[in-house]
């Protein structure tokens, strides 16, 4: 079977121009096949047919009409090809559509291609000579600068065996297109066929697709439906695989055809969805006759085999994009479109006598889905995606980067649009080559993320360092709080991330440069607050009985308790219940002892045992239960997860 290419050559160029006889010539096949096309003579609509290279190799060429009514249908061509077949008449030279479809082409992002000089056999060598001057003028300055320029007959077929050479030559040049993305293809048309049912026809953008696969179908309005696919054609042979830039007919299980028609979609599940936003790198073409176009100005949008008005808003601080000029923008679509980071469009919108015609296009490097405001750090981040593009493992950086509490492998490689094992392969490389960190449930967080986020905790526990010179730091659960940051992140934070910068004193956080400041006033003041509560034993006052035991208020007093806390003085067991540490150890050995003697004990021999109420010993063994010291079952206590690893009886200060 011969070899398969997955790039595609198409043509371009002015109508009646021979675009359709050059293509027969060089497949045999009739790319006109409507009704109106016969009888007018002039493309209407986008034509497919297999070209075997001398070397044997198949691509695709696709056929694109060259009547400016039908720029739309050219542009859904367009999108698709690697390799233009430029196609000059030697009659006319450079006309209209030549110039228009050439800055299609550039748009486009098209490197390569030959220019097919037409209908030599009509004109003089010196009128030859004059038309290769012409085209060679329209290129220069263009990645097509140097293409090959190929006199051709397609009368007397003079030439045609040096463009096949030529066009297999430019080929060798050409690297085929990756298909390690996820699977998308919009279809340039759809048909049912007796015995299989609905075909989907166009030139997959990205991926490959297998016999079996199951797809996502998004008609017109953005609805998706589950289909399977029965069978698959490339270049009009029944294959097992389809790729992306090949010519691939698609047999698909329960769909209609009016549910795959041009301009829908079919894709991997569950990574495309209908966007309204999408932000852009946008390029006004090079022309005298073409505007400046303003921010928020309205424009014909058009992708792939899609099209819809649009709103472009430029989000850096360009007010008014001058022809020849680019910026960064984001298109607000009047219809939502299925758009995928990487997809090159057009624009088209009035010159300036008031027609309309192309006046622009880019590439579309992100799809937030959301209005956003023209900001630096906006212009920054969509910058870092513009230059990820074309390279797995930075985009997939990028989307980890883009979630700061941190993303789940899945959605990570969703918004790479990367295949899941290929998004866990380059995951696992990051967590070893320390660009990513992994929390315990095994999400992602961008290293550089993660250390803004520790820098931020930072700048916080400074400012609390200066107001509250005399505390330890605030609780760490309290900080967490405050941020709203996921626990697992936190740590995370907390630990590899601060790079020892953070330090946790308990249940306390504070910087590792920190030392508490403690005044003569202040450390009498704390040594009288820790007598009182020695001296209230298994029965200690509460604030407000410190309070008016000292002459104080109950905030200072209450201050004063957290102090002491935070040195491991007292405990806090709950709500307004300060013990001195010393108590909580001696009923922590008690325990350890009843059990020595016992299975289980109750709240009353626990009571009876500390020798005090039970306004005192429940709260004592709630707190014994929350550091697994005990394990309550009803009224019953049993030795806890901490004292049977024999890691008590002493316990921590508890928040």
């Known amino acids: 079977m011969p070899l398969r290419s997955n790039f595609m050559i198409g043509t371009a160029g002015h109508v009646d121009h021979g675009k359709t006889s050059l293509v027969k010539m060089l497949t045999g096949c009739e790319t006109d096949t409507l009704r109106e096309e016969k009888e007018r003579g002039m493309s209407i609509d986008l034509g497919f047919a297999p070209c075997q290279l001398p070397d044997q190799r198949i ?41 228009e479809h050439l800055d299609v082409l550039m748009l486009l992002g098209v490197r390569h291609g030959v220019v097919a000089l037409t209908k030599i056999d009509m004109v003089s060598q010196e009128q030859i000579e004059l038309a290769i001057m012409d085209a060679k003028d329209l290129l220069a300055g263009t990645p097509l600068e140097n293409a090959p320029v190929c006199p051709v007959s397609n009368v ?36 049912s066929m007796e015995g299989f049912g609905t075909v989907a026809t166009g030139i997959p953008c990205s991926g490959r697709v297998q ?57 991997t599940p569950e990574y495309v969805r209908p966007i309204e936003c999408l932000e852009v790198t946008l390029e006004l073409v090079r022309r005298s006759d073409i505007r400046a176009l303003k921010s928020h100005s309205e424009v014909h949008f058009h992708t792939g085999t899609m099209v819809t008005m649009g709103q472009a808003v430029f989000l850096d601080e360009t007010r008014e994009l001058a022809p020849g000029a680019s910026t960064i923008a984001q298109v607000r679509l009047k219809d939502a479109l299925i758009v995928a980071r990487g997809d090159r469009f057009i624009i088209r919108g009035a010159d300036v006598r008031g027609g309309l015609r192309v006046i622009g296009g880019g590439r579309v490097i992100n799809t937030s889905g959301t209005r956003l405001k023209a900001r630096p750090e906006v212009v920054e981040g969509l910058r870092r995606w513009e230059a990820a593009m074309g390279n797995s493992a930075a985009l997939l950086a990028e989307a980890v980067r883009e979630a700061p509490q941190g993303i789940t492998p899945v959605a990570a490689a969703r918004s790479a649009l990367l295949p899941m094992d290929t998004a866990t392969e380059l995951g696992k490389q990051h967590v070893n080559g320390r660009i990513f960190l992994q929390t315990a449930t095994g999400r992602w967080l961008h290293r550089d993320r993660v250390k803004e986020m520790a820098d931020q905790l930072c700048e916080r526990l400074a400012a609390f360092h200066k107001e509250h010179p005399q505390h330890v730091g605030p609780t760490a659960d309290d900080v967490r709080k405050e941020l709203d940051w996921p626990g697992e992140v936190f740590e995370i934070v907390v630990g590899p991330g601060s790079a020892g910068r953070l330090v946790r004193q308990e249940k306390w956080l504070r910087l590792a440069t920190h030392k508490v400041s403690v005044s003569d006033g202040d450390s009498a003041l704390l040594k009288k607050v820790e007598i009182a509560l020695r001296d209230g034993d298994r029965n200690p006052p509460q604030p407000a009985e410190l309070a008016q035991k000292l002459g104080l208020s109950e905030k200072e007093v209450r201050d004063v308790l957290v102090r002491l806390t935070q040195q491991s003085v007292a405990v806090k067991v709950e709500g307004e219940l300060w013990f001195h540490r010393d108590i909580i150890v001696k009923a922590a050995e008690g325990v350890r002892r ?10 009353m021999d626990f009571r009876d045992m500390l020798g005090t109420s039970r306004k005192y010993a429940v709260p004592m063994l709630d707190y014994f239960d929350a550091l697994a010291i005990t394990r309550r079952v009803g009224n ?3 030795p806890g997860a901490k004292l049977a690893t024999g890691s008590g009886p002493v316990p921590p200060a508890k928040g």
């Open 59 to 99: 691509i695709g060429i696709v056929d694109v009409p060259g009547h400016e009514k039908f720029i739309r249908n050219m542009v859904a061509g367009a999108t698709g090809i690697d390799i233009v077949l430029l196609v000059v008449a030697a009659d006319d030279g450079v006309m209209p559509q030549t110039v």
């Open 156 to 191: 007397t077929l003079d030439g045609l065996g040096n463009l096949f050479d030529t066009l297999s030559a430019v080929a060798n040049q050409v690297e085929p297109r990756p298909v390690d993305g996820i699977f998308r293809l919009a279809a340039e048309r759809a048909f």
């Open 211 to 267: 016999v079996g696969d199951t797809l996502e179908a998004f008609d017109l309005r953005g609805r998706s439906t589950r289909t399977r696919v029965r069978h698959l054609e490339v270049y009009g042979h029944e294959s097992q695989e389809g790729l992306s830039g090949q010519c691939v007919a698609v047999n698909l299980a329960d769909v209609t055809s009016s549910d795959v028609g041009r301009g829908c979609v079919l894709a």
């Open 594 to 603: 009843m059990f020595a003697e016992r299975k289980n004990f109750t709240t």
């Open 636 to 638: 019953t206590r049993y």
